[in-house]
């Protein structure tokens, strides 16, 4: 196991309502990166943070946020939910500020109605 | 076109054989290669990292061509827990992988 946890495990939404995911990091690491990854397809990059600082963006809209903590745990925000963003929601957890290897948490699986 | 691209398969390898599958990517800053693993409907797990030599981690060998812009992984001796979808990600310079959207491997007995 790689230490990365994240909650819930699983949601259901509305169209138009938001949601806030949960991911802390394995002990030791300072940078959260997060993902989604729709059926059938590769994660794609939603942005990381490092040090509780944005630290690079994805090509995702401003209506996904995010935020670090000083223990480095982080959450993910998405508002006005939209059908395509039913997706898994994967953290990663890493060192650096340009870190070469990231380990993965569970996800979340975001269903959106 | 996608910065990285992968044969979706899926592979479908009798157990005990070789299978092999290539990755492509567009960008030719990027400084670093990964294989991935993902088992249905849990997350990403690091399988190896890709070196400029090449690298060879037991049954899995992993290379790296910099002029043709593609990665490949090599499974020797297949075995049914093989079965998985294995992701190629590249890292050009900053923070952000770029995953390509896997490739699929049934071993079967």
């Known amino acids: ?113 | 076109r996608k910065e990285v691209e992968q044969d979706p398969g899926p592979f479908n390898v009798p157990e005990g054989a070789t299978v092999a599958f290539n990755c492509t990517y567009s960008n030719s800053a990027s400084q670093s290669f990964f294989w991935y693993r993902q088992d249905c409907r849990k997350e990403p797990k690091l399988l190896m990292s890709v070196y400029s030599s090449g690298n060879e981690d037991g049954r899995f060998t992993a290379q790296l061509n910099r002029a043709s812009q593609y990665i490949s992984l090599l499974i020797r001796d297949s075995k049914l827990s093989d079965s998985a979808t294995y992701l190629c990600v590249v890292k050009a310079a900053g923070n952000k992988l770029t995953f390509g959207g896997g490739t699929r491997v049934l071993v079967k007995p």
């Open chain 1, 1 to 113: 196991e790689t230490g990365v946890t994240q909650s819930p495990t699983h949601l259901i939404k509305t169209r138009g309502q938001q949601v806030t995911l949960r991911c802390s990091s394995q002990s030791g690491h300072n940078t959260v990166s997060w993902y989604q990854q729709a059926l059938g397809q590769g994660p794609q990059f939603i942005f990381q943070y490092y040090r509780e600082e944005e630290n690079g963006r994805g090509n995702f809209p401003p209506r996904f946020s995010g935020l670090q903590f000083p223990n480095y745990s982080s959450e993910l925000n998405v508002n006005a939910l939209e059908l395509d963003d039913s997706a898994l929601y994967l953290c990663a957890s890493s060192f650096g500020v340009t870190p070469a290897e990231q380990y993965f948490g569970p996800g979340t699986r975001l269903t959106v109605t």
